[in-house]
């Protein structure tokens, strides 16, 4: 029964890691901390994996998982301290999951607080509904509607014009 087990989770692991390294990196911004993230996820996971009932719902197990370790990393008072250093660190490179804007959208949702963008990364980028999102977080669907609303507020106000899909279009300015 045990190797049936291992070869369950591995062919879902080999299945579901690229999806679950995108979500961890939109989560952290950081592709060290995306990888450590899944890995610690999938741990997590795996030591469930008999005691899941409905194996369907694997995967918004798996983000419940990777959202509650990342918010648990960032609630450390270890991860609140800096460290200064006579050099910069180099931008981080964000292409490969980048959609055509070129990190300029990104750089603004990275700002956003741990919560909020956890709310906008599984909406847009995961493209969950209000209530799987709340089932993932641990939250309700009226939680997750705020948090998205006043994450949305935030990006507006702080983005620029040039970011606004609107803006390019000469009929949205007639109006």
């Known amino acids: 029964m045990s190797r049936s087990r291992d070869e369950q989770f591995s062919s879902y692991m ?15 911004g950081d592709r060290a901390s995306a990888e450590d993230l899944v890995q610690t996820a999938l741990a997590k996971l795996y030591l469930s994996w008999d005691k899941l009932r409905d194996h369907g719902a694997v995967d918004g197990y798996a983000r419940r998982i990777l959202v509650n370790e990342h918010n ?21 490179h964000v292409d490969e999951y980048d959609e055509g ?9 990275q700002t956003l607080p741990p919560k909020q963008r956890s709310v906008i990364v ?24 705020s948090q998205a609303s006043r994450a949305l507020a935030a990006l507006r106000q702080r983005a620029p014009r040039s ?3 609107r803006a390019s279009d000469p009929r949205e300015e007639e109006r």
């Open 14 to 28: 080999a299945a579901r890691q690229p999806a679950l390294l995108r979500t961890a990196y939109l989560l952290t």
């Open 72 to 92: 648990s990393l960032w609630r450390r008072a270890w991860k609140r301290k800096e460290h200064t250093t006579e050099t910069l660190p180099e931008a981080p």
């Open 101 to 109: 804007l070129r990190g300029e959208l990104w750089d603004f949702v």
């Open 122 to 145: 599984l909406r847009y980028y995961e493209d969950l509904s209000e209530a799987e999102i709340a089932a993932a977080l641990g939250v309700s669907v009226g939680t997750v509607k």
């Open 163 to 165: 970011l606004d899909p």
